[in-house]
């Protein structure tokens, strides 16, 4: 009796550890990296908003300053790039930071583009740039950071049923 009590323990604290590195996996990592992920979102949206405001703007100081609020998010961008660049160790995952990177490489030189035709005074150059030249690309890469954040919550969700089925198999 004891032996099989020890037997039931050890299945029991096996399955335990099991349901605990899912939870490990999906709160330490998977989680981490849809955050980076939305950051990298986050500050391409105030890349965008602020290009769209170099474009409206005519107040050299207002655009000197919506150019280094480009450089601060290009900054915070490329940091959380590159954490999430480090996380990523599937090869699924790293083709879709391959079509992120190749999206954010196309799209860059663009910005700077409407950027210096803002600058320059050029409103109406800036805003077709923006419209007609950014919104593609910029589309895309949105596209590729949300397949990231997908794919994470699509693990998590697998990560979850899995410590259900070992919680049933521990309680059994």
Do not use: C, W
């Not at 849809?34 to 965008?48: E, G, K, P, S, T």
């Not at 170099?54 to 490329?78: G, N, S």
């Amino acid at each position: 009796v004891l032996i099989m009590l020890a037997i039931v323990a050890f299945i029991g604290i096996t399955n335990l550890k099991g349901i605990q590195k899912n939870f490990d996996l999906a709160v330490k990592e998977n989680a981490v990296k849809i955050r980076l992920a939305n950051d990298m979102i986050d500050q391409q949206n105030i890349i965008a908003r602020a290009v769209r405001n170099i474009a409206l703007l005519d107040d050299q100081t207002e655009m000197k300053k919506e150019e280094a609020r480009i450089q601060e998010a290009r900054d915070t961008y490329k940091k959380a790039d590159g954490q999430l660049d480090a996380l990523i160790k599937t090869d699924a995952a790293k083709k879709i930071m391959a079509d992120i990177d190749a999206a954010r490489s196309t799209l860059t030189p663009l910005i700077d583009k409407a950027v210096a035709a803002g600058l320059a005074n050029n409103s109406a150059e800036a805003t077709r740039i923006l419209l007609v030249e950014i919104r593609p690309p910029q589309g895309a890469l949105i596209k590729h950071i949300n397949a990231m954040i997908e794919r994470q919550e699509a693990q998590n969700q697998e990560l979850v049923e899995h410590a259900d089925r070992d919680y049933e198999s521990a309680f059994t």
